[in-house]
């Protein structure tokens, strides 16, 4: 089923703790003068444009990039995130938003690889353009990688994560950020998931995911807690209490296999400020949890506001806490040069790409996308009815997201 556009739903609340997670998780590979390969196995077209039928058509952004983009005495960890947004946007007028691999792309250096996969014909035309035209722009500037930079693949991200690892530099940023549009998704993520670390135990994989009231979806951190990584992160952030028709997308998570140890401490300083200008009422919150597949230990490391979330099958306090000990994949040991390194600043803004992969800005989408509702209902509390609720059409595009609430 391939009814999902991510066009409908670009920059919400749930991109917003995506892609500032994300710029977080390059900074952190960034730290170190190897390699990576940083591999998205669900890519969307790449960049949108919020001026568009489709993002205007649910206005979701207002529950996300919208009030963060004024927002002032922002965090030191939200900002490269914020920047690398108003890069795309010089004329300080928020337009454009990027996508997941228009971050990847921003953030990592001429010497990572970057793999791409995108099932939607449409998108992955408009993604492949797009790269096309920032290689040649980079090419010109006299910026030249060595082999193929970037590669788009019009293929099954789940199927494909596996021929990828481990990588030829032994470090790899995975991406994994399905639409949960069938149940099907949640067990495909963990079985991709399962045989990549089989593969490459070190890998950091990061994964997005709905918090909604079906089983699948509530069942689904746990479910991550026992995948074998040495060590987890689940971070979520709740902007408002589910309405009792449970439409819409309220809360979403990021869950992270083998975590950066710096990912934590500077999650807890900037989560209360993203509860703060998202939250839309006294259900908003945050929750950040760790723990290690080895020992079995996790605990519940700081909650937003409101009453303790459930822990899932966390028992004592995470081994995590104290000074930071070691959270790199695959060492034992923080390494002195890590520690004492400051993060990296953000890969300085490059030619911005397009949401229709051409120079000039035209919306995404046109006729054939007059009728190309997502299967997720939009985000909790984005600015209503101007176009009609964007609920899902009924049950023949009802995966997990419809009626029970959508991907965002
Ligand atoms: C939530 S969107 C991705 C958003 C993107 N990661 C970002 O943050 O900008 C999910 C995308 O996955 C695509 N898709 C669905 N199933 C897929 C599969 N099995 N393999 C690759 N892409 C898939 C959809 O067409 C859609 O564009």
Redesign the pocket.
Known sequence: M?S???AF??GNHA?VL??FV?VQLHLYMNQKDVAYTYI???????V?ALDSFQATKTSEYDTGIGPLWNATEVPEALKPYLDLVKSMNPSGKLRYY??????ADQMSRLEDRLRL????PA?VKILNDNVRKAEAHRAEQGERARGKRVIVEH??????LKKLLPPPSRRALV?V???Y?VKD?YQ?VRDALNEALGRFPSGMYAV?YPVLQRMESRQFPDKLKRLPAKEWLNVTLTVSTPGPDGIGLHSSGMFILNPPYTLEPMLRETMPYLVQVLGKDSGARFTIETGTQITGAAGLRETGAGPRAPVGNARRASPLSGKGSLRLPGQSMVREEDKEKPAAAPAKPRRAWHPDGSAGAKPQGGAQDGGARSARPAAADSRPARTGSPRPAGPRQGGPRSGGGG??
């Not at 998205?40 to 790449?46: E, I, N, Q, R």
């Open positions: 391939l999902y556009r991510h739903h670009a991109d995506k892609h994300q998205d196995t669900h890519s969307g077209a790449g949108y990027p996508g997941s691999p228009y971050v996969f995108e099932l939607h998108d293929g099954d991200g789940f199927q494909s991406l950020d399905p639409p549009e998704d495909k997005w991907k965002r």
